[in-house]
């Protein structure tokens, strides 16, 4: 609402981007999640050195890699952030080129809830529809 619960929300002058995606089908089959990334989150320049290849990979289309960041413990370890993004139950490989040692499934606030079966960099999981998986690699 525009008067609660800051009467001063959202006043002045606002600056919004539409966009239409049409596609035939079900939303299983689109294309609409990658189509709403690239608008909303366009690529980033930065100056650096190019590196070679990905550090990530997934083999499902449907599942995203939210965020990759490092462990708020202070460990070396990384934490990837993913999500099934069509209603659909998955189960998908994460591939990476990191020298993992072991991955655990964690919760939110990075707690671990599980061991990961992990084979030559790569992890298997399984998501149900929509559902955030939380990822620690040990480094």
Not at 14 to 22: D, G, I, K, M, P
Not at 60 to 85: F, H, Q, T
Request: glycine share 8%; aromatic share 6%; net charge negative.
């Amino acid at each position: 609402s525009a008067m609660a619960p800051d009467m001063t929300a959202d006043k002045g002058l606002q600056t919004v981007t539409y966009a239409l995606y049409a596609w035939n089908g079900s939303l299983s089959k689109s294309g609409v999640v990658r189509e709403a990334y690239d608008l909303n989150i366009p690529v980033m320049v930065v100056p650096g050195k190019a590196g070679e290849g990905s550090l990530f990979s997934l083999d499902a289309d449907n599942v995203v890699i939210e965020g990759v960041k490092p462990a708020e413990d202070g460990s070396p370890d990384v934490i990837v952030r993913l999500y099934e993004s069509k209603r659909s139950a998955t189960r998908c490989q994460l591939a990476t080129t990191l020298p993992v040692k072991a991955a655990t499934q964690a919760n939110l606030v990075e707690e671990e809830t599980g061991q990961l079966d992990l084979a030559a960099g790569k992890i298997t999981l399984e998501f149900r529809p929509f559902e955030i998986k939380t990822v620690r690699l040990h480094l």
